[in-house]
């Protein structure tokens, strides 16, 4: 099972920017597509965007042209950089890895076993 560090949350005003970065613990993650969901208090645990091997992007409605998913193999980490942040994306942020295509993340985000799971990095906007 894949092990994974997020980092970078933080709060900020709308408007604002944040990166989130997410460490696995050895480069096979290289093997598995990775992504991020996340989940606010109450509601259940959604994809936010996710990267395959080939470097397919695939994104949730919500955040298209606001966030930016990426990953850098010589440094093991995959990235999320959030811009014009809103107050409805304040969450608790996950870092997950799995085999499972990335296009299919955001309907089994909630039934599906995923490999692995970082321990979450809260990102909170206010208005």
């Known amino acids: 099972q894949v092990q994974l560090v997020e980092s970078g949350g933080g709060s900020v005003q709308a408007g604002g920017s944040l990166r989130l970065s997410c460490t696995p613990s050895d480069p096979t993650y290289r093997s598995y597509c990775m992504g991020w969901f996340r989940q606010a208090p109450g509601k259940k645990r959604e994809g936010v965007a996710t990267?395959?091997?080939?470097?397919?992007?695939n994104y949730a409605d919500s955040v298209k042209g606001r966030f930016t998913i990426s990953k850098d193999n010589a440094k093991n980490t995959l990235y999320l950089q959030m811009n014009s942040l809103k107050p409805e994306d304040t969450a608790m942020y996950y870092c997950?890895?799995?085999?499972?295509?990335?296009?299919?993340?955001?309907?089994?985000?909630?039934?599906?076993?995923?490999?692995?799971w970082g321990q979450g990095t809260q990102v909170t906007v206010s208005a």
């Open positions: 997950a890895a799995d085999s499972l295509p990335g296009a299919l993340w955001f309907k089994y985000a909630t039934t599906y076993e995923f490999n692995g």
């Open positions: 990267i395959d091997t080939d470097g397919t992007t």
